[in-house]
């Protein structure tokens, strides 16, 4: 149930304070260390952002999916990095167990996710099945009241960090494809699990992937997601459409932020004895970015109300993402453009948004599987 129009309205100003006073004066020195300090994650708990997606009987905020997507454009409007803190606990990481978890599951696990006591992380890529998510060759075999899991995961957000990780892992035979997965919930303490070195990326820094390894890694029965083998692909894809949601909210932030920063720019720098606002070549470029963003901002509200009414949105979610990614990533390069050489270096951030934002069109789904499943659902029988 949606909240009281005046208490969201009051969580999306404390928002945006928090984003504007605490997180953007921050956001070079998070960068340069790499690491978003622990205090700063601690305000985020407290103001509930870890929860805003677990139902309020489990300590969340319980937001309808419109709201979830409004508070998440206004905490974008910063570096993405902050977003992941809490991120895998209000997405990917919890939803396998919010959407398909046993009432135990639910019990013992959404309280801790809601408050941040716990992390969550999502494991589903490994080195040889990205795209292809339903070849994973992880394999959990059960061994009286415990699966023994054995495989390697790739590109793992927060694992090193996580508390519980969403793991998916073939169940069944190695030439069946997708009715062969199950998920399970994997604990930091489950013995036979360990991590890869923390991989060197292009941009977020402040957040930190790596491989998940897992030999003979036992995991007892109960973790077994939803409590039956085989539904764990469906979970995971049902997982990867609210996270998409997530992603899309995440780069309209990011864009507002960056054409905020491009028209306060055009306003002061002047050149042939102007301010470059003056310019009808600049003004294209803000204008472009202005009319893209605002795009991918209805559509993103069009598909989470209609996702509140009970609609399945599989391919509102990756038009989307789709659409939403490719967005800020236009509008960064424009912005970089409108900057000319104070956009390609450190000194300003745009460069450093630039290169963030660049993973939107990959994790969670390339464009590309995003333009695979909107044909998929256009052309199947209906
Ligand atoms: N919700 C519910 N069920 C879904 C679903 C969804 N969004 N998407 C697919 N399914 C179901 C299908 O209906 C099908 O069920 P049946 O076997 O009962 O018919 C089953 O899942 C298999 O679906 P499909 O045949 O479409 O699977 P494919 O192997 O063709 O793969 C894609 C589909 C490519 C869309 C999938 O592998 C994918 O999303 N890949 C990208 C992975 C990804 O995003 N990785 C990022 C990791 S997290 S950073």
């Known amino acids: 149930m949606a909240l009281d129009p005046d208490i969201f309205a009051q969580l999306i100003d ?8 605490r997180l953007v004066p921050i ?7 790499d690491l978003i300090p622990a205090a700063v994650i601690e305000e985020m708990k407290d103001l509930g952002l870890f929860g805003i997606s677990i139902p309020e009987k489990f300590g969340g905020l319980g937001l309808t999916n419109e709201e ?10 910063t570096s993405p990095a ?6 895998g606990n209000v997405g990917i990481g919890s939803q396998g167990i919010v959407l398909d978890g046993t009432d135990g599951q639910r019990d013992k696990y959404l309280p801790k996710l809601a408050s941040g006591e716990f992390i969550a992380s999502f494991a589903l890529t490994e080195p040889e099945a990205g795209s292809d998510a339903a070849s994973i060759s992880t394999v959990a075999r059960r061994e009286g009241d415990f699966y023994v899991i054995n495989g390697r995961k790739r590109f793992i957000t927060n694992a090193r960090n996580a508390d519980i990780i969403t ?14 997965i199950s998920a399970f919930i994997v604990e930091n303490a489950a013995p036979g699990l360990s991590f890869g070195k923390p991989e060197k990326k292009m941009g977020m820094q402040g957040t930190h992937i790596c ?35 997530s992603v899309a909210a995440g780069s309209i932030g990011v864009a507002e932020r960056l054409i905020e920063e491009c028209v306060a720019y055009t306003k002061e720098r002047e050149q042939f004895g102007k301010p470059i606002a003056s310019f009808q070549l600049i003004q294209a470029m803000l204008a472009d970015s202005q ?29 989307c993402k789709m659409f939403a990614s490719e967005m ?3 509008v960064a390069d424009r912005a970089v453009q409108i900057f000319g050489g104070a956009g390609y270096v450190a000194d300003y951030p745009i460069e450093r948004f630039y290169r963030d934002v660049r993973v939107y069109r990959i994790y969670e789904g390339t464009t590309q599987i995003q333009q695979l499943i909107i044909a998929r659902e256009l052309l199947k029988d209906s």
């Open 167 to 180: 793991v998916m892992a073939r169940t069944g035979a190695a030439d069946e494809k997708s009715g062969a």
């Open 328 to 330: 800020v990533g236009r």
């Open 27 to 33: 956001e070079a020195e998070v960068a340069e260390n």
């Open 14 to 21: 404390t928002v945006e304070r928090f984003v504007k006073e």
């Open 211 to 245: 491989d998940v390894i897992f030999d003979d890694c036992r995991v007892p029965v109960e973790n077994l997601i939803g409590g039956q083998e085989g539904i764990g692909f469906k979970t995971a894809m049902k997982v990867l459409d609210r996270g998409r949601m």
């Open 68 to 77: 979830e997507v409004r508070l998440i454009m206004a905490f974008s409007r």
């Open 291 to 319: 009319a893209e963003s605002y795009a991918a901002r209805t559509m993103v509200l069009d598909a989470a109300s209609k996702k509140d009414q009970g609609e399945s949105i599989i391919s509102e979610a990756a038009c």
């Open 82 to 87: 902050f977003r992941v803190c809490f991120g």
